[in-house]
């Protein structure tokens, strides 16, 4: 029962940023190598002149990913450990939803770091300090939500809705239109995703 528990509780903790992982950013591998490096332009056009520059927006999308995959490894490595035992969560009294909770809080984590990273590169690019703002305030309002737990509904609730709205908030920000959503939803358009956008 604790590997299943285990298991279950990374996948839902992981499982959507290691997804957006494999179909956005593992198909460049190079690309990636000079984005944690920090002379993507640079080192790119020495290695291959024609292939234009990773854009901001993508450079936005890598570091929010990997911040937010980074975050949620440090906040659940021990979560997930204390998982395979010795003990049971819930035989004092405490609520047997614990690990469950706790992988969906991380899964919420990793997508608004994803989210704000988007938001917040578009605020400095542009000198618009209200997204900056809006990125810290929602983050404290997310952080402060844990403060309700054991309450898990309330919490969980109000974090995956700050979630959807800022996910549409970066959606918007990102370059992304209800038309071009829409032809993405009936398969008319193979060149959505944010990794084949050029470079601004």
């Given at each position: 029962?604790?590997?299943?528990v285990f298991f279950g509780c990374a996948f839902i903790a992981f499982g959507p940023a290691l997804a957006l992982y494999i179909f956005t950013i593992a198909t460049d591998p190079?690309?990636?190598?000079?984005?944690?490096?920090?002379?993507?332009?640079?080192?790119?056009?020495?290695?291959?002149?024609?292939e234009p520059a990773p854009s901001m927006r993508l450079l936005a999308y890598v570091s929010g990913l990997g911040f937010g995959i980074m975050s949620g490894v440090f906040s659940?490595?021990?979560?997930?450990?204390?998982?395979?035992?010795?003990?049971?969560?819930?035989?004092?009294?405490?609520?047997?939803?614990?690990?469950?909770?706790?992988?969906?809080?991380?899964?919420?984590?990793?997508?608004?770091?994803?989210?704000?990273?988007?938001?917040?590169?578009?605020?400095?690019?542009?000198?618009?300090?209200?997204?900056?703002?809006?990125?810290?305030?929602?983050?404290?309002?997310?952080?402060?939500?844990?403060?309700?737990?054991?309450?898990?509904?309330?919490?969980?609730?109000?974090?995956?809705?700050?979630?959807?709205?800022?996910?549409?908030?970066?959606?918007?920000?990102?370059?992304?239109?209800?038309?071009?959503?829409?032809?993405?939803?009936?398969?008319?358009?193979?060149?959505?995703?944010?990794?084949?956008?050029?470079?601004?």
């Amino acid at each position: 029962m604790t590997a299943a528990v285990f298991f279950g509780c990374a996948f839902i903790a992981f499982g959507p940023a290691l997804a957006l992982y494999i179909f956005t950013i593992a198909t460049d591998p190079l690309r990636i190598i000079f984005l944690i490096v920090g002379k993507a332009n640079d080192g790119l056009k020495t290695i291959n002149p024609d292939e234009p520059a990773p854009s901001m927006r993508l450079l936005a999308y890598v570091s929010g990913l990997g911040f937010g995959i980074m975050s949620g490894v440090f906040s659940f490595v021990n979560t997930l450990s204390d998982s395979l035992g010795p003990g049971t969560v819930g035989i004092h009294g405490d609520s047997p939803y614990f690990f469950l909770n706790s992988a969906f809080m991380t899964q919420v984590i990793i997508l608004l770091h994803m989210f704000w990273g988007i938001i917040f590169f578009d605020g400095c690019e542009k000198k618009n300090w209200y997204p900056l703002l809006a990125v810290i305030l929602t983050h404290l309002l997310v952080s402060a939500l844990t403060f309700l737990n054991p309450q898990y509904e309330v919490s969980l609730v109000s974090a995956y809705m700050i979630t959807v709205l800022t996910g549409i908030r970066a959606f918007f920000v990102a370059g992304g239109s209800r038309r071009s959503l829409k032809r993405y939803l009936l398969c008319q358009d193979k060149n959505f995703l944010l990794y084949s956008q050029r470079s601004r």
